[in-house]
């Protein structure tokens, strides 16, 4: 088996996963991470806390004078509306796959060790930003859900809740898609980490209801090196982390199929994102921690700056997340 | 070579498995559990089978261990011969008759020989018999090896003649210690151990309830043997006893104790006391009493005066059927007169003197008179210092020393009451030690005495918690032994400071006792305190041997001689009371053995010339109860007996019985066992080491 070595030589300025999963505490992995990804990156929260310009609109009967832009008013005559952060905090549901699947690990750690620092990492800097954030941990069913919150020991009850959860079974999107659908009635960003290895069919309906109960939806699929490139060498009876089946696999020979079935897969996650207007990250999990935050932080912005939201229905613009 | 289980030889079918798995081999080593298989295949399975074995030592060891293992399992077992098989009749059998006192009940003995009749006569030609008589001990008259050595047919003509030389003794029975004896006697076969015999055990007894069967309960019973009971029935309807439980009132009174078993129909019966040498109902002086005792209980009966109560006296019973337990004999112990010698000052009726208290403090016992002598002016003629305990409290002249020392090699004590720095001095002298530094105590207040040795027979008397304290005796004045005791000193007790108070110096046979303070009122309060009397009578007792018990004797002990004799040497001649007369040599290890009842009489010599003992030697008191135990009794004790189901074994049973006792003796079985684990140790360290060098060769095969 094929130990990928990749992390070190691509990804050398940032810290080594391998290096990093060793930490046991989870906070602690966290801060090891966050607190280098911040250095620069991060503006306080208090900082022209809800006074922050966000743009102009012109203005209409009915809205409030008090916001009228003077000075506009006085170079262009014109009256404009100034508008600012929304003072609403982002609520965001943290949705980590806890089945068996991702128990799977060819280094030294696993797919769910990887997601639940994703997770925590995600929390860490919410809390940061004195953002609401909340938890759910599933399998085929939800194992464990936190709601989103922004108070005192939240941050610290979310990684209690990953650190405790215990491996599941199967993985099953449905249920806990469809619960989170029907608690978070208030709109807020959805996280789901997963490696997603189940049917794509229930993906595609079960992201809908949240695309359109107006979500914001962010899907980091997690898979180790060896799904991605199936570098087995000798011949063995596979088995079925989930099912418990058994087949007898010659990776020579089974290999080719098996990549293009995986990228056929993987296709059709990212298009089935694409379709809701979800961010799709793939996450190796050799790959740095920071590097896969930060690009899905570039992957956000750029996403937002194209997109034509109404300007008081933004409720993040501007922040790290 | 046979098979106790020959089933489990079907075990041997399990020899395929390793071959079979040898040549069937899936290529896949183990599993690789992997997150899901939804993007892959099966591959064709690559489970070859071939026509050609590799590693052959490995399979036959695999196959080898498999085969012991079956082996092991069916217990296999050698017959040395054909004929054992044919003949499971052979019997190795200990015959063990009764000969206990029980058994002189009429008819039984009869009976008894009947069944060792009976039992001779069911001989085969192959059985080995011991033929054994037993009361208290395992007798016997014809050993096993004798009988394997005389010819057949002559073997049951002298086993018979030598039960007839044989009548039932006086002695109690313990089947408790004799029956495992006779077991482990059945068992040991001697060298020829090959030899396999059905081994048995047939008892003849009337097992009466005094048989003292408890023994039997913690033997552990041999699976192999049986023990056959055959009991022997009395006639009678009942039987009575008669014990000797003590005298009464001092001298001339006697108790005596009337028994009747639980199945007897008698109820009132007649005692007799009399001089043994007169015949029962003729002496003249005899008295007699009647006596109502129900059956399971005891009565003790109280003769006020018996004459001449010097002689042994005989009791005598009737009233019941049974005779052989209706006399017992009773000896009165003999009163000895202890000559005691003061040789000090002071008068007789003056309390500020010593003799005073001295000569009131000798109080007579059945055991013994004191005759006290007082040698206030010195003038007591020389063999005065033989004839007793001496009390010296005066300075003695050269002469007197000298008699004195000499007494005490002699074998005699003295006690020397050290009044004086001198007497204390001279106590040394006379225990033929150096002259000792002796000095005047300066006490303030009073001594006491301590460390009491309560262990030497002089102050036995006070070995009790509530005896043993000393404190409430002042003493005023003493005297300081200064320099280091002799090697013949032994301290009983101290004073103060670890200061010897009374020491005791052995010479020669004899002793000086040393008393460092004077008994009267000026050193002491000694001879006013509780403890005078009785260490004085102690003394004296411990001085002439008479402080123990009349010795009383049941019929089977071993009497030790030198519990008489005491100190004196040489040989004692012991009369039974049928007249027959032997000699023994007085020594720690010489016993009289005490087979009939009657009074035996033993004459020896000692310092005081010819010495006699009489000992009257009684019928166990079990032995009496002869109310018959059931054999369920004893089966419920762990005891073998043969049950019905035992009788109705098969020819075929009795065929696999020897089967597993060969077998249970042979134990291949666990031979096999260790060499088929040696076996699969060598198949272990040879397919680890196989697979260590040769796994890219086998993955490929």
């Known amino acids: 088996m094929a130990s990928p070595k990749k992390s070190q030589s691509t990804f050398g300025r940032h810290a080594d996963p391998a290096v990093l999963m060793r930490i046991r505490s989870l906070e602690l992995r966290v801060k090891a991470v966050m607190e280098g990804f911040y250095n620069g990156l991060h503006r306080s929260p208090f900082h022209g806390f809800s006074v922050e310009f966000s743009e102009y609109r012109q203005y209409t009967d009915g809205d409030d004078p008090r916001y009228l832009d003077w000075k506009v008013a006085a170079r262009s005559d014109r009256y404009y509306i100034k508008l600012f952060e929304d003072e ?80 599941g079974t199967s993985t099953d999107l449905t249920k806990p898609l469809e619960r989170v659908a029907g608690q978070v009635r208030k709109r807020g960003l959805v996280v789901l980490i997963s490696d997603l290895l189940a049917s794509i069919d229930g993906l595609d309906r079960n992201l809908g209801y949240l695309a359109a109960a107006g979500h914001e939806l962010v899907v980091f699929q997690v898979l180790d090196p060896q799904e991605l490139n199936f570098e087995f060498d000798a011949p063995a009876l596979f088995q079925d982390m989930e099912s418990g089946r058994e087949i007898y696999i010659d990776p020579n020979s089974a290999r080719k199929q098996y990549q293009e079935r995986l990228h056929q897969h993987l296709e059709q996650v990212q298009t089935t994102c694409e379709k809701l207007g979800a961010i799709y990250e793939l996450c190796p999990t050799d790959r740095p921690l920071e590097v896969a935050l930060s690009e899905f932080m570039l992957r956000r912005q750029s996403m937002k700056a194209g997109s034509a939201r109404v300007p008081h229905r933004r409720s993040s613009a501007g922040r790290t997340v | 070579m046979s098979f106790l289980t020959p089933l489990y030889l079907a075990g041997l079918a399990a020899v395929t498995l390793p071959i079979l798995f040898h040549m069937i081999r899936r290529t896949p080593k183990g599993k690789v559990p992997f997150s899901t298989l939804m993007f892959l295949e099966a591959s064709p399975p690559r489970v070859t089978s071939r026509s050609k074995i590799e590693h052959w030592l490995l399979l036959l060891l695999r196959a080898a261990a498999l085969i012991l293992l079956a082996l092991a399992f069916s217990r296999p077992f050698l017959r040395q011969s054909e004929d054992q098989l044919v003949d499971t ?48 001990e395992l007798l016997p008259l014809l050993s096993f090896e004798e009988w394997e050595g005389l010819r057949s047919g002559l073997q049951t003509t002298v086993a018979r003649e030598r039960l007839k030389a044989v009548v039932p003794g006086w002695m109690g029975t313990n089947l408790g210690t004799v029956l495992p004896e006779a ?80 199945d007897s129909i008698h109820e009132r019966f007649k005692v007799e006391a009399a001089g043994a040498e007169s015949e029962s109902g003729s002496s003249p002086g005899a008295v007699r009493q009647d006596v109502h005792v129900p059956p399971e209980q005891n009565r003790v009966v109280q003769f006020k005066e018996v004459s001449d109560a010097t002689k042994p006296i005989l009791i005598s019973l009737s009233g019941d059927d ?87 090699e002699d074998g005699w004590t003295l006690i020397a009451i050290g009044t004086s720095i001198e007497t204390c001095r001279q106590a040394f002298e006379i225990a033929g030690s150096v002259a000792s530094e002796v000095s005047e105590a300066n006490v303030e207040g009073y001594a006491m005495l301590s460390d009491v040795d309560l262990e030497h027979p002089v102050f036995q008397p006070f070995n009790d918690v509530r005896l043993a304290d000393f404190t409430k005796l002042p003493i005023w004045k003493h005297r300081i032994i200064e320099s280091k005791l002799p090697d013949n000193a032994r301290v009983l007790a101290s004073l103060d400071g670890k200061r010897p108070a009374i020491v005791e110096l052995t010479h020669g046979h004899g002793r000086v006792l040393l008393f460092t303070f004077g008994w009267h009122g000026e050193d002491s309060q000694f001879v006013l305190s509780s403890k005078f009397v009785p260490l004085m009578n102690s003394l004296v007792d411990d001085f002439a041997g008479t402080s123990t018990e009349p010795p009383r004797a049941t019929i089977g002990d071993r009497f030790p001689v030198q519990a008489l004799a005491g100190s004196a040497t040489g040989e004692m001649t012991v009369t039974a009371p049928s007249g027959f007369r032997h000699a023994l040599t007085i020594s720690p290890s010489a016993f009289a053995v005490l087979s009939e009842p009657g009074v035996y009489q033993f004459e020896w010599t000692d310092r005081d010339g010819q010495r006699t003992a009489s000992i009257a030697a009684n019928l166990d008191p079990l032995e009496s109860r002869t109310d018959a135990l059931g054999l369920d009794e004893i089966r419920a004790l762990g005891v073998p007996l043969p049950d019905v189901t035992q009788a109705r074994l098969t020819s075929e049973d009795k065929r696999q019985l020897l089967a597993r006792e060969l077998e249970s003796r042979q134990r291949f079985w666990q031979w096999v066992i260790l060499a088929g684990i040696l076996l699969l140790l060598l198949e272990t360290w040879l397919a680890g080491r196989l697979a260590m060098s040769g796994t890219p060769e086998s993955e490929s095969a």
């Open chain 2, 322 to 408: 049974d005779s052989f337990d209706n006399q017992a004999w009773y000896v009165r112990p003999d009163t000895a007169r202890i000559p005691v010698l003061y040789r000090g000052s002071g008068s007789s009726s003056d309390p500020n003197e010593l003799r005073y208290y001295l000569e009131r403090a000798f109080l007579p016992t059945p055991a013994r008179e004191i005759d006290f002598f007082a040698d206030i002016d010195g003038n007591a003629p020389n063999e005065t210092w033989m004839t007793g305990l001496s009390v010296v409290a005066k300075l003695l002249d050269a002469d007197q020393l000298r008699l004195s020392s000499q007494a005490v």
């Open chain 1, 88 to 167: 609403t905090n982002l609520r965001c549901h943290l949705l980590v796959d806890n089945s068996r699947s991702m128990s799977f690990g060819s280094i030294d750690y696993t797919k769910a060790d990887y997601a639940k620092t994703l997770a925590a990492c995600l929390a860490w800097s919410l809390t940061q930003q004195r953002d609401a954030a909340g938890l759910v941990v599933f399998d085929e069913d939800v194992q464990d859900i936190i709601p989103a919150r922004f108070r005192h020991g939240q941050l610290r009850q979310i990684l209690m809740a990953l650190e405790k959860a215990e491996q």
């Open chain 2, 183 to 262: 077991v482990s006697m059945v068992l040991d076969e001697g060298p020829d151990k090959t030899i396999t015999r059905a081994t048995e055990v047939l008892v003849i007894t009337d097992l009466q309830r005094g048989s003292r069967i408890e023994g039997l309960q913690t033997f552990e019973w041999p699976e192999s043997v049986t023990v056959d009971v055959q009991l022997v029935r009395a006639a009678g309807t009942g039987n009575a006893s008669v014990q000797v439980v003590g005298s009464l009132d001092g001298k001339s009174g006697l108790r005596v104790r009337v028994d009747n078993v639980a």
């Open chain 2, 89 to 136: 009749h052979s019997r190795r059998r200990a015959i063990l008759v009764d000969v206990s006192a029980s058994m002189r009940r009429e008819g039984l003995w009869t009976q008894a020989c009947e069944k060792v009749e009976a039992a001779l006569m069911d001989v085969e030609l192959d059985d080995s018999v011991g033929l054994f008589v037993f009361d208290q």
